[in-house]
């Protein structure tokens, strides 16, 4: 083998071993999020149950609306 080769090999593995720090933090990363999703899944679930009865409130906004307005023309009726 000449001097060539023997850089070569070197730069090679180098590379290689580059590569593979780069990427085994995130392939762990992944497998954390991963095993995480089940739960967040779960969670976001929870959170659209718990907010259902927010999709009445621009009925309760509107119904509202009316009442003080209804409210605004009777006290200027009365003079106050």
């Known amino acids: 083998m ?13 590379v290689v071993l ?6 085994v933090p995130i392939l762990v990363l992944a497998r954390s999020i991963g095993r995480a999703a089940p739960l967040i899944d779960d969670e ?5 149950r718990h907010t259902a009865a927010l ?9 509202a609306e009316v009442i ?7 006290r200027e009726r009365l003079g106050g």
């Open 18 to 23: 580059a590569v593979v720090a780069l990427v």
């Open 68 to 74: 003080t307005a209804g409210l605004r023309r009777g």
């Open 44 to 48: 976001l679930a929870a959170a659209v």
């Open 2 to 14: 000449t001097t060539g080769w023997i850089v070569g090999y070197v730069i090679g593995a180098v």
């Open 55 to 63: 999709r009445g409130l621009r009925t309760t906004i509107d119904h």
